[in-house]
Antibody, heavy 111, light 107 residues
Framework: VQLLESGGGLVQPGGSLRLSCAAS????????MSWVRQAPGKGLEWVSS???????FYADSVKGRFTTSRDNSKNTLFLQMSSLTAEDTAVYYC??????WGQGTTVTVSS | DIQMTQSPSSLSASVGDRVTITCRAS??????LAWFQQRPGKAPKSLIY???NLQTGVPSKFSGNGSGTDFTLTISSLQPEDFATYYC?????????FGGGTKVEIK
């Protein structure tokens, strides 16, 4: 199993960013997938999940600003982030939550 | 929403010690609980799912117990590679939530 995140970087407050997670080594379309983040020096925070049928769920802290989607034809998970604030600065992990995690991509929101 | 509380937040232990970490859910979650290990600068690693089931490849010195609201993670004999931060997480319906973490340090 491999999960490879990309798309992180430096963005100004109020800006947008789209993260991607390329999955391999398992049947992606049959797996619910999640995004988890970790702010510098802090613990893990569940951000969002998407089920096999495409239903999405979000933490209150990101609801209305973040959108999770998936492309099963490309075995790829996405996280579209908008209206970003400094509080969104974190390492973002893609995960099959109870089993496999990616290495993470860093998002820094700063002017 | 279900909140997860871990205790202690940190502990100091010696190589060879037996260590137990506790995780409490704010309401019953049956056995929908996972444990993760995170070493500094690394991604979390799954240790246990379903409260007591070891992930493939995880050594048997790790064990999980509990159901309902109270859960434990035990490391039977600490080794240098076990010094890390451990997190519990429930997946009994959305929103999922993690405990605050327990940092296991060398005494």
């Amino acid at each position: 199993v491999q999960l490879l995140e990309s798309g992180g970087g430096l963005v100004q407050p109020g800006g947008s960013l789209r993260l991607s997670c390329a999955a391999s080594g398992f049947t992606f379309s049959s797996s619910s997938m999640s995004w988890v983040r970790q702010a510098p020096g802090k613990g893990l925070e569940w951000v969002s999940s998407i089920t096999t049928t495409g239903s999405t769920f979000y933490a209150d802290s990101v609801k209305g600003r973040f959108t999770t989607s998936r492309d099963n034809s490309k075995n790829t998970l996405f996280l579209q982030m908008s209206s970003l604030t400094a509080e969104d600065t974190a390492v973002y992990y893609c995960a099959k939550l109870t089993s496999d995690w990616g290495q993470g991509t860093t998002v820094t929101v700063s002017s | 929403d279900i909140q997860m509380t871990q205790s202690p937040s940190s502990l100091s232990a010696s190589v060879g010690d037996r260590v137990t970490i506790t995780c409490r859910a704010s309401q019953g979650i049956s056995n929908s609980l996972a444990w993760f290990q995170q070493r500094p600068g690394k991604a979390p690693k799954s240790l246990i799912y379903g409260a007591s089931n070891l992930q493939t490849g995880v050594p048997s010195k790790f064990s999980g117990n509990g159901s309902g609201t109270d859960f434990t993670l035990t490391i039977s004999s600490l080794q240098p590679e076990d010094f890390a931060t451990y997190y519990c997480q429930h997946y009994k319906g959305y929103p999922f939530a993690f405990g605050g973490g327990t940092k296991v340090e060398i005494k």
